[in-house]
């Protein structure tokens, strides 16, 4: 706060005065200067060093941001700025709300389309003997077949699909709704999470709000064709209001689950965002 | 609402004389704004630059044209994953201590002396000259020149349009019409990076200025009070 300039510390009540209009007059007579500001007052030079020393106290505290630079908790807070930056993101979350789709003419080229694997192209998924097994809070648990899930309704999409990286294409995904396929093994929609693990020993979790989402697919197409090996045949998920590492591909099992025991997926367990809507 | 101008005295005995005037130019909350973006600012744009260098790119990932390489060193990080946690951490800091800043200079009355408006356009170009040696300088007679005005009115602007853009790409889906103002995702990233590129510049010039106006000038940025000030 500025300090008191009404009572000047020890001066004459005359002498303000005049050290004040002596100022104005000394820069009133000096032709390349226009006559300055008055002071309002004087204050004692011992005065005027602690005023000054208190004020840059009161600003002190800004070094506290020097904290992130202590090794010892770096990491910790910043574990903790992403969780709140989740914790946002799940607040700005919209069950209803689409995510953009594309006409056709905006499609990438399928041959454009990136693929960014984990650890190998194809994990060697045998297409004959494959299920998907569903276990966890839910009526119906056991081994589903890529038909049964074919024969739920199918829905196509052209939407943008974002890598962490920064770079987005947008592709056509044409699969089953998983609220659909929740529902038709009569999951606990009541519960958190669903987690998925892949042939490739990828694994991924999505909060309930985001797996009822209408455009969150079970996806065993792209481009209306079957998904390819290095796609994740025969089935991953396609989740455009999610950021690209959370869409799992060569999917074999899923969990309908309230805890996820320290796994939320291959990448969040390695520090990046475990919420990570767009 | 200008400043406060005191004349510091020094009392010996019944004589007092003055030893200069001083100036109560920034406020407490203005400080502590000022300090905390700067930090929170260096932080975003060098984790910023980790993230480019994940995708140093504009265009489409496949074929990957990369428009420049950014060295890790001058990056924060390390990696991608560290990198967002610094950008997706700091950026909040920046964010209140902006908002804080700009509420306050509204709500006290403190922003007309730093506020560009049409009054000053006229003194925009004399300074600009005699910081290019092309004139003489202009005489002082406020906390703020024009020039200062004009680039502490528009790095406002700019704070703003970061913030705008990096919304766009961290929730293109949920702000999707936020998005599409700035041309589609592919431009609010394009946007964001230069966006940057002009803060840089502000930031550039800011610094030029505080080293060459001396160690006053700087020291009132931290107490809030200019010793012999110009005006």
Partial sequence: MEPDTRKPVASEDGSETHVASEAAVERADSPSLTPA??????????????????????????????????????????????????????????????????ADAALTPFEQFPINDYDVDDPGV???????????????????????????????????????????????????????????????????????????????????????????????????????????????????TKIGYKQAKYLTALKVTNVLDGKVGYWEDQGYSSFYGL | MSSTILEVVRTKGDQTESVGRAAYEHPLLVRWCHWLNAVSLFVLVGSGFQIFRAFPSFGAKIPQKDLLHWPKAFAIGGWLGGALQWHLTFMWIYLASGLVYVAYQIFSGNYRQVWFTHRDLAGVCPMVKHYFFLGKKPPVTEPYNSLQKHAYTTVIVLGALSVLTGLAIWKPVQFSWLAWLMGGFHWARLWHFLVMWAMLAFVFGHLTMVVLHGWNNFVSKLTGWKKDPEY
């Fill in chain 1, 126 to 240: 045998n297409l004959e003997d494959w299920t998907l097994s569903a276990s966890g809070a839910l009526q119906k648990p056991g081994e589903y077949h890529l038909e049964q899930i074919q024969a739920l309704p199918k829905f196509r999409q052209n939407t943008r699909h974002v890598c962490v990286e920064g770079w987005d294409v947008i592709g056509r995904f044409g699969g089953a709704r998983l609220s659909d396929f929740l529902n038709m093994i009569g999951a606990d929609t009541s519960a958190r999470y669903i987690t998925v693990a892949c042939a490739d020993d990828y694994y991924e979790s999505l909060d309930m709000a985001t797996a009822l989402h209408p455009q969150t697919l079970l996806c065993y197409e792209m481009y209306d064709r079957p998904l390819t090996r290095e796609h994740g045949a025969p089935l991953r998920l396609s989740v455009p």
């Fill in chain 1, 37 to 102: 500001r008055e002071a309002v007052g004087t204050v004692e030079q011992a005065k005027f060093s602690q005023i000054s020393r208190r004020e840059l106290l009161k600003v002190a505290p800004v070094l506290a941001l020097g904290i992130f630079a202590v090794p010892k908790v770096q990491q910790a807070l910043l574990t903790k700025g992403l969780a709140f930056s989740d914790w946002a993101s799940a607040r700005l979350f919209r069950r209803g709300h689409p995510a953009p789709t594309f």
